[in-house]
């Protein structure tokens, strides 16, 4: 995106040289593509109500690596593992989790298949049906 540190995290990635491999590419509305394209999603946010980013990554077949911002990150996860999680402020594990993700194509699919089968909680469905029970008296 645009926002308010944008600046200082141009600076920083200039002076640490890595300005060939990380792009600042602003707002878009296109990011389905994005997704398309990407082989790992890295959420990296230090707290989070419901971080749909993730959601949105995991719609797309991307395995996902997030820190464990709360709440957010283990309700998705269910308890399914259709992600991988990290401590907060944890660079190191977080950068060995992104690349077993990478490299361990079993690992992968295992969340990606996972996250498949744990999307069904968050879809409209899921929503509608819990709605009408409340409403009808059915819990």
Do not use: W
């Not at 645009?2 to 600076?11: I, P, Y």
């Not at 230090?46 to 949105?56: D, R, V």
């Not at 950068?95 to 069904?120: F, G, P, T, W």
Request: charged share 20%.
């Amino acid at each position: 995106g645009d926002g308010d540190l944008r600046e200082e995290s141009e600076a920083l990635v200039s002076s640490l040289g890595l300005g060939n491999v990380v792009q600042f590419l602003g707002n878009k509305s296109n990011v389905g593509d994005y997704y398309a394209s990407a082989s790992c999603f890295i959420h990296s946010s230090p707290s989070e109500g419901l971080p749909t980013t993730i959601l949105e990554a995991m719609s797309f077949e991307i395995p996902v690596v997030a820190t464990d911002s709360m709440p957010g990150v283990r309700e998705i996860d269910g308890g399914v593992h259709c992600l991988d999680i990290c401590s907060v402020g944890d660079a190191e594990q977080m950068a060995a989790l992104v690349q077993r993700c990478l490299i361990d194509e079993e690992h992968a699919n295992s969340m990606i298949n996972n996250a498949s089968k744990r999307l069904e909680s968050f879809g409209y469905r899921k929503a509608i049906d819990g709605l009408e029970s409340i409403i009808t008296g059915d819990e």
